[in-house]
């Protein structure tokens, strides 16, 4: 249980050690670092995905996802979702699903629409713990799903900002 | 007290598409963060917020620990009545927020 939380209790000094590795990491590309041992032990992304879609197939496309490439701050990104829809009352999105890779979690928000939306664009703020994949899908009226993927790195993780402030 | 934000038209044509934004002061907490302590600081999250126009849903949403401090989301809905446009925000320990803000279709 404390193991799983190595990344969450650094000393002041450590943690300024840590960001500039994390800077260093970024810069280089490197990818692999800070990832929560818990975030191993969650399903997969692929599990998540196929859960919402209910084992229905999940294609690529008519789902714009717009995230910064490269994010400061994991605590608040922000993340905007558009589908390709009419959004009339014979074809519209009925949901909206936001997952990622590598957060403790794999759900971020699910949204709920309709034709009364008129436009199918939801935007909001997430928070990201380590650099990663973030996959939006959407369930149209006639069942269908589509989706798009889009891969942040922040090189401030959300845990290690959090600890900071407390 | 008022703790959440909206922004929307006070007025609007019929049948035009109306952006709403709320926002509304909540730490989200994520149940997954240790305390100076070393303790697990409990989760006290927003999971559920829903936008109801002339008594119909018309946007809901669930959350998760992954969406930021004072949630904040953006979506849209055609503006067909005058009427109030209702927003409620419930949270992991069922308390609930609601606000409700008037708008004018001509």
Known sequence: MRDNNLHLRVTPQSRLIGRRELLAASAAGVIAFAVPMR???????DQAI??????AEVRDGRVQLEIPPLVENGNAVGVTVSVDSPMTATDHVRRIALLNEKNPQADVAVFHLGPRAGRARVATRIRLAASQVVVAIAETSDGRFWSSKASVIVTLAACIEDISKS | MTRALVNAPQTARRGEIIEIRAMIAHPMETGYREGPNGVVIPRHIIKRFVCTYDDAEIFSAELFPAISANPFLTFSTVA???????FAWTDDRDHTETLSVQITVT
């Open chain 1, 39 to 45: 975030a191993l032990a969650r399903p997969a992304l």
């Open chain 1, 50 to 55: 196929s859960n919402f879609a209910g084992g």
């Open chain 2, 80 to 86: 067909t009545v005058s009427g109030s446009i209702k």
